[in-house]
């Protein structure tokens, strides 16, 4: 290794700024100017070609630019007028009044707000991004909390074969609007967790976006020694199952440890996706080390106010780590805190799961929340299956998990073409009213041409950026001058631009569009209706068959035929997918059904008024019909056979139906029906599908309900947790004598539609009370197999005591003709989740 040379002290240069323009520091350490254009101009109108070469990255950028161009934008009554608005929108939108009572904590792996910031590498930190900027606007009380990773997310290139290689740039975190977090003295914070190796620290630093504060942690600092504890934070998803529950115990036992740090008090912790499930186990033991609590009343207080989200659709997504590496890193900790080392596993393994099955993420955040959702409705269907076997005596239906569709976050992703359109026609706060489904009616007096010359401007913009980074490709690929200057030549502004952009993961099935290429040329090359296709997208680096497909599309790219028509802009990021998303004319989604979670992609084009051609899977089967857009296939589950199927409807419905209607300019000059479908689209998509919403119904739906309970819970002490292990103990004891005596509808076994059928139950109670239990008669329509369809739950109230037994009677009201069938369960009553593992283990059904 050649020498180098250490420093023995560090000096922080800042720029020097004219008094005229202070403030420009805090303008760009705060990320509002990545989502609005006037304060954005700020920089861009400093110096536009360095904000380019920056990456966009302000901080970096004021700590390049000249003394000069600063003295004379000082003296710039233009560049001080775009300076002033800017300061004063700042100011306006951080001056707004946030809630001081309640706090949610926002945990998550990855976190997508900034080109120049690669900590994210899909789909989940994009959606955790815009989850803290639709807090910001909507003014909900939220903090971030993540990893601070050493090397980006992967940077790819394509060597002249196709294949991805790729490397990690070094993030210089002093070069990025992200500062070191200091204590009430001045100094650097940095809280530290207990590792196999020894004591883990972590530097805690954050970054501000909007009225929200993200919160990073970051152990490669010099106060640790072992360069494995410094390399924990050194990249996102990389290194084994040791560099992974590292990462994790980092995030979560870390994370926690912070915000108590930094003088914060969450009310509610949202674990956003399952890699930050111990902070479970660390409320857990801080609530048992401060209060005393016995384990069981520190797991009934802690899962009242925590929230977990799944965005994963199939088992093979889950962190699993097997029960020898979990005592590796948890004895110490389970012994120092008076925790069982079994009971911590119990929080991670199904109910009478063998002592070798491996302790799951996921099922510790289910077991240790008390709101769970996924992030569409069919992805709920999905999880309620996959996770069934939890609660194996409920119908599949009940499995409590609810779901809140993802959403993006307008402000960033809308084009400023169609912003400017809209400010002309919409009202005057539309950017305010944004999920207001009342904002986007104006949408039909828009006129057609006004749109259809905005998204003429955005293609082209789309053309040229990427011709300029094929020319880039190409000269990093050593290509020859004549390739080079046929790059000119690929992509037609004027051609229907079908986009795909998206991580390479084979259920998407990049390909399928090519399962019949000289069909696709017939289509592509039609000389009066042209077709082109945009790709771009990353393979994970382990993911060997996800880099098959990229250079499959690759290699036909350098088919002569179709060299003009397809292109792939290489090392996909939030810049590629926002320019490819505000571009094409068709979005084209292709999931095998049922493994999207959700899917945000999609959801960005039709914000922009980009129709889609998807698989009816995640968001879009719920919006397929109002959407304008076209379905691939039916509403039913996945087999092989279906990219045959589904590659010939993609081929119909682009020969019969899309391109025809999109050439169809008549004297009008441009397509009446697809902009017709155009303004269908954006009138839809735009409230249902943007972070507004979501956060609005993740506020109302489970943070607000979480907040409340965690207050009452720690009231007294937390007494009402105490109470409620003691009272769960005391049904335990007797619970086995508890029992249905007798069971029916106490009347003939005909009766007429719309005539009330009585329920009825005697139950033996062994001494509980009846308010102690819970008697419930699940009513349905017998189907053709004898089961219970199209169910209803009706709880029993208590009526007359019969000796020890009580009578429990209920009326249902038949609203159809036919057979219909009841059962009766019976399950602890006063649960305030009455299906977590301590309730649901006693329900039984009659």
């Known amino acids: 290794m050649p020498f180098q040379i250490l420093p023995k002290k560090e000096i922080l240069v800042l720029p020097a700024l004219p008094e005229a323009l202070r403030r420009l520091t805090e303008l760009a350490q705060n990320l509002i100017w990545s989502w609005d254009h006037d304060i954005r101009a700020v920089f861009r109108r400093l110096d536009p070609v360095l904000w ?6 302000p901080v970096l950028m004021l700590g390049h630019i000249s003394q000069n161009t600063l003295e004379k934008s000082a003296k710039d009554p233009r560049y001080l007028a775009v300076y ?31 080109e120049c910031m690669p900590i994210y590498s899909g789909g989940l930190g994009i959606l955790s991004g815009d989850h803290l900027k639709a807090a910001s606007d909507a003014e909900v009380p939220l903090v971030g909390v993540g990893l601070l990773y050493q090397r980006g997310y992967l940077h790819q290139r394509l060597n002249p074969d196709g294949w991805q290689t790729e490397r990690n740039p070094v993030n210089d975190f002093y070069t990025l609007p992200v500062v070191p977090t200091t204590d009430l003295h001045g100094r650097e914070l940095v809280v530290s967790v207990k590792m196999p190796s020894g004591p883990v620290f972590i530097k805690v630093w954050h970054m501000n976006v909007g009225r929200v504060r993200l919160y990073l942690l970051d152990t490669n600092i010099a106060e640790n020694e072992d360069e494995s504890n410094r390399d924990i934070t050194d990249q996102l998803y990389g290194g084994d199952k040791q560099t992974r529950i590292r990462q994790e115990i980092v995030l979560s036992i870390g994370g926690v440890r912070a915000m108590k740090a930094v003088g914060l008090k969450p009310t509610a912790f949202h674990m956003n996706e399952g890699h930050s499930a111990f902070l479970a186990v660390e409320r857990i033991r801080w609530l048992m080390e401060e209060h005393g609590l016995t384990f069981e009343e520190a797991l009934e207080a802690a899962r009242r106010s925590n929230v977990f989200t799944s965005h994963t659709p199939v088992p093979a997504g889950i962190d699993l780590f097997d029960p020898g590496l979990m005592y590796e890193y948890f004895h110490d900790y389970c012994e120092e805190t008076g925790i069982r080392f079994e009971q911590l596993l119990s929080l991670g393994k ?14 510790c955040a289910l077991q240790t929340s008390a709101y769970r959702n996924a992030v569409s409705q069919l992805h709920r269907t999905v999880s309620q299956h996959m996770w069934h076997d939890l609660w194996p005596e409920l119908p599949t239906w009940e499995v409590p998990i609810g779901s809140v569709t993802n959403g993006v976050h307008l402000p960033t992703w809308l084009n400023g073409d169609l912003a400017t359109i809209y400010d002309n026609y919409l009202q005057p706060d539309w950017r305010e009213r944004h999920a207001d489904p009342k904002t986007w009616d104006l949408v039909k007096e828009i006129p057609a041409s006004e749109l259809w010359e905005g998204h003429r401007h955005r293609k082209r913009l789309l053309v040229q950026f990427a011709r300029e980074r094929l020319a880039a490709q190409l000269v990093a690929r050593k290509a020859s001058a004549s390739e080079l200057k046929r790059v000119q030549e690929m992509l037609d502004p004027d051609a229907f631009t079908i986009g795909f952009a998206r991580r390479f993961a084979t259920y998407k099935r990049a390909t399928l569009l090519f399962r019949d290429v000289n069909r696709l040329k017939k289509i592509l090359l039609n000389p009066k ?3 082109q296709v945009v790709f771009a997208g990353k393979a994970h680096p382990q993911d060997h068959a996800g880099k098959v497909l990229i250079r499959e599309i690759f290699q036909l790219t350098r088919d002569p035929e179709l060299a003009r028509r397809i292109v792939f802009v290489e090392n996909y990021s939030i810049e590629v997918g926002r320019e490819v998303i505000q571009g094409v004319d068709l979005w084209l989604n292709t999931p095998r059904r049922g493994e999207e979670a959700c899917g945000t992609s999609g959801m960005k084009a039709g914000l ?12 879009f089967d719920e919006t397929y019909e109002i959407s304008g857009g076209w379905a691939i296939g039916e509403r039913e589950a996945y087999a092989e056979d279906q990219d045959e199927i589904h590659a010939g409807a993609i081929y119909s419905l682009l020969e019969s139906e899309i391109v025809p209607m999109y050439y169809d300019r008549k004297e009008e000059g441009f397509p009446e029906e697809w902009m017709r479908r155009v303004k269908l689209c954006l009138m839809n998509l735009s409230p249902r599908f943007n972070c507004g919403r979501m956060v609005k119904e993740y506020d109302s739906q ?14 007294d002490n937390f007494e009402a947790a105490r109470r409620k292990v003691r009272w769960t103990e005391e049904v335990r004891r007797v619970w086995n004598d508890v029992r249905f005596v007798e069971m029916g509808t106490g ?6 539609s719309g005539q009330p059928i009585t329920m009825r139950a005697v139950v033996e109670l062994a001494g509980l009370r009846p308010a102690d239990v819970k008697v419930e008669a699940v009513v349905g329509r017998v189907g ?16 007359a005591e019969a000796g020890t037994a009580w009578v429990f009677t209920g009326q249902y009201l038949p609203a159809q003709t036919g057979r219909l069938g009841y059962a009766m369960r019976l399950s602890p009553n006063h649960c305030e989740d009455p299906l977590s593992r301590p309730c649901y283990s006693l329900l039984r059904w009659g």
């Open 350 to 363: 199904r109910l009478g799961a063998g002592p070798q099955e491996h302790f799951s993420m996921a099922i």
């Open 747 to 752: 009347g003939d076994s005909r009766v007429l």
């Open 529 to 531: 209706m042209p077709v």
């Open 52 to 57: 380019k070469s920056s990456g966009h990255n």
């Open 84 to 114: 002033r608005k800017a300061c004063e929108l700042h100011d306006a939108y951080m001056n707004r009044p946030v809630r001081k009572d309640k706090l949610v904590a926002y945990f998550s792996m990855e976190y997508g707000l900034l």
């Open 702 to 715: 489970m943070y607000e309900l979480a907040h409340q309970a965690g207050l009452e819970v720690a009231q």
């Open 608 to 619: 922009n008024g980009i129709l889609n051609l998807s698989i009816l899977d995640g968001w």
């Open 784 to 799: 053709p197999e004898g089961h219970l369809e199209d169910t209803q739950v009706m709880t029993l109230s208590p009526a």
